[in-house]
């Protein structure tokens, strides 16, 4: 009897971009003041005390979450949207939470049956983008312009705005193109929005693809993919969700059913409660605003030019230089960031600074630079 060769996952997927700072990390290690991590968007803050409250009070119940979530926290999540967001147009169907929008990112392609289908990502990106078409196996074109894709017409597009790693903003009349391309080929727009509330240009102000503005309230073949991690520091938590065509919500809410895919009842009750205080969010947004001004003078002050970096959680710097020779000039000083590279070919001078360090460790991060 023969047996056809396994071929495990893990073998095709790109290595974990982070493991090759091992070396960097050791030797920012080395600072006798210690390390200075900016290399990941780790929420450091405490969560609020009324979510705690919401997840403990709701550690009781016994039974299985549904998957399409409770009717409370789905109404919790359109109102939020509205509010904060000028969403219009959300019902209860075109609304799935979600393990956490990394998993959901990473699963999107293969829920969707997009084996030997072509993906789109941004020329610097995320990396679960390009994992997520991998691990579906289709094909991966990495480009910001559509003009350049040439004839060949995607079957999905990821666009990420506010952009991780750069901090762009796309503004309006940019995805109005967007959707209006995809209306004409059908293809589907997956946008990663999970930095939407944490824009700092008033000129720029990051929006939703679903945005009235941007899509005259037709969400045919739109997905907006939300999370609280970033926004209510909820990242243990796992808290996310993807909102958008009822239909497309429709077949990722049957395939998770299946797949057993639930938020933890406990959870939902922790969201409801962040997704109706608009005031941890807000106070949130001051701590990294403060921390943003302290990391971008420090930088600028040290020679560094910071490109974009209109909104997120990170100044996109370059020394006009290798980044692997930044991460190491950086690492000498007990500093630790993400290399450009993690990101796609287009990020290979540049390095990722993240604002997700203690008031503490940025002053110290910014003593070290001076």
Known sequence: MTRTPRTPLATILP??????????????????????????????????????????????????????????????????????YDMTGLVDASVIPVVGTKEAIALLPFMLGLAGHTVVIPEVAYPTYEVSAVAAGARVLRSDSLLKLGPEVPSL?????????????????????????????????????????????DDNEPVSILDPRVCDGDHTNLLAIHSLSKTSNMASYRAGFIVGDTALVGELTEARKNLGLMVPYAIQQAMIAALNDDDQEAGQKLIYARRRATLMKALLGAGFRIDDSEAGLYLWATRDEPCRDTVDWLAERGILVAPGDFYGPRGTRHVRVAMTETDERIAAAAARLA
């Open 157 to 201: 597009m990821f666009i990420n705005s506010p952009s991780n790693p750069t901090g762009k903003v796309l503004g309006v009349p940019h995805l109005r193109k967007v959707v209006e391309w995809a209306r004409d080929n059908d293809v589907i727009i997956a946008a990663d929005e999970c930095y939407l509330g944490l824009g700092w240009d």
């Open 15 to 84: 290595d974990f971009p982070w493991d090759s700072l091992a070396t960097a990390k050791s030797r920012a290690g080395e600072h006798p003041d210690g390390i200075v991590n900016l290399s990941v968007g780790t929420p450091v803050d405490p969560v609020a005390p009324g979510i705690q409250i919401a997840l403990s009070e709701a550690a009781g119940f016994s039974g299985y979450p549904q998957t399409i979530g409770t009717p409370e926290l789905r109404s919790a999540i359109r109102s939020a949207l509205e509010r904060r």
